[in-house]
């Protein structure tokens, strides 16, 4: 199992940009596909964003596609959230996730291991 490690949160102003980072300790990390969601108080967790483990496919939530950029860097064990045009609907704690080996979808139940999360807040 890897251990994920979140960190680039913090509080900036409607339509400014915040960068997350996600890194990756434990077993390889190569080949794991990856996610990020995020949890708003008060509501369920939620996914936002998906990249295989080649990089070479990324998924979107409508709410944040167009805005939102997944990456990773395999090299440094790292996986990123670079958030453009910020919303106060933005406003959550950030989860990175990495799937299980045998799982196929997006969903939570196919993400075997979680960082403790990130705050962003979005102010208006």
């Known amino acids: 199992q890897v251990q994920l490690v979140e960190s680039g949160g913090g509080l900036v102003q409607a339509g400014g940009s915040l960068g997350l980072s996600c890194a990756a300790s434990?077993?390889?990390?190569?080949?794991?596909?990856m996610a990020w969601f995020r949890q708003a108080p008060g509501n369920e967790r939620e996914f936002v964003a998906f990249?295989?483990?080649?990089?070479?496919?990324?998924i979107y939530a409508d709410s944040v596609k167009g805005r939102f950029t997944i990456s990773r860097a395999d090299a440094k064990n790292t996986v990123y959230l670079q958030m453009n045009s910020l919303k106060p609907e933005d406003t959550a704690v950030y989860y990175c996730a990495a799937r299980l080996p045998t799982r196929w979808g997006i969903r939570e139940s196919d993400f075997g291991s979680w960082g403790q999360g990130t705050q962003v807040t979005v102010s208006s």
């Open positions: 434990g077993r390889t990390f190569s080949g794991y596909a």
């Open positions: 990249i295989s483990g080649s990089g070479a496919s990324t």
